[in-house]
C-alpha cells in the first residue's frame, strides 16, 4: 500500500486524497524547523503528494533539481483541483490533453511538469510590459542631528574614541532566546546611543544595530516563503512563530531598549551635570513611547512596522541561516 508524508509538517496517510484534502486547506500547514532547509516550500508541496516509494528516486532527484519559481505555494489550490484524485477518472491531462494509462503517471505529469508549464506560459501571455521596481530607499535613515545633540556628543570625545578604537573578538556558540531582551553591551557610547534616539525611524535603526551582534541572531524569517522560527533557549531549539507575533514580540522588546537607552543618555548628562539638555531626553521618551502607541492602536502603522521589522531579519537571513541549521543539526555545544 501507498503512503504519504507531507514534507511540510510531516503529516503523514496512506490516502492520495487525504493528502489532497490536507494541502488544500485554507491555511497551509505550519513547517517544521527541522525540515526548513531540506528542500523550497514548492519542491515540498510536490515531493508530499508523491507516494513514499523507493522507485520514484530519479524523479525526487529532478524535483530537487528544478526552480518551481513559488508558483506552486501561492497556486497550491488550483493545483489540487487539477490533481485526479480517483482511480475511476479518464487519466488525461487537463492542460495538454495528454493520456495515461496509470492514474499516478497523470498525477506526475500534471506535478511536475505540465502545471509550472501552463502557468508559466499565461504568466508570459498576461505580462506585457515591465513591472515598475519600488524604490524602497529611505532618506529618513539620516540622522537628525540638532545644536543640542551635538553638544552632548562632544562632551566625551576622547572616552568615544578610546572605547571605538577597541575591539574585541567574541565567539557565541547560542544566540539569546527570543523571548528574552537582546544585548545591546555594544551600544556603548553616547554617540551610538544618540545616533539611534535622533533617527526618525529609531525602531528599525535599532534592530538594524542589534542584528550586528551574533548573540542577536535569533530569528530567522524567509520572506519568500512567509515562513519564520526564534530560538527558544528553554528547549535549546527553533521553533516556528507566526510572523505577525515574530514583528509584535520585536517591538515590545525594541521599546523597552530604546527606553534603556535613553535613560542611560539622561543618566550620562545628570553625571556631567548639563542640565539644560534635559528637556531633550524628555522628548525623546515622548517619541519612543508615542510611536510604540501609534504602533499598538493604528493598524496601517502597525502594519507598514511589522514589514520594516521583517524586512531587516530577511535582509539578515544569510547571516543567521548558520546558526539555525548547526542548531537543529545538534553541531553546537548547549
Known sequence: MSSYNCKICNYKTNLFKDMKRHMERTNMCKMEPNMYFQNSIDQNIILSLLPDDEKLKDLIIKVKSKDYQNLY???????????????DCKKTCSYCNKKF???QELREHVLIDCFLEEILEKNNNSTNQTPQIINNNDNSHTINSNNVTNNINNIDNSTTNNIDNSTTNIIINVPISFDKSWDISDIDTVSKKLEILC???????LLEKILENEKNRNVLYDKKNNIGFVYKNEDEKYISMNIKD??????EKLHENLLE????????????NHQEYAN???EKEKKINNKY???KNNYGIKNYANGSLLNIYNDNKDE????????NNNKIEI
Open 101 to 103: 494509462s496509470k492514474i
Open 280 to 282: 531633550d531626553c524628555v
Open 199 to 205: 533617527s526618525d525611524v529609531l525602531y528599525s535603526k
Open 73 to 87: 505555494q501561492c497556486r497550491r489550490r488550483l493545483l489540487m483541483r487539477k490533481l485526479c484524485g480517483s482511480d
Open 320 to 327: 543567521s541561516i548558520e546558526i539555525f541549521e548547526n542548531i
Open 261 to 272: 537607552i535613553n535613560n542611560d543618555v539622561k543618566t550620562h548628562i545628570n553625571k556631567k
Open 246 to 251: 515574530i514583528a509584535s514580540k520585536s517591538m
Open 293 to 295: 502607541t501609534d504602533y
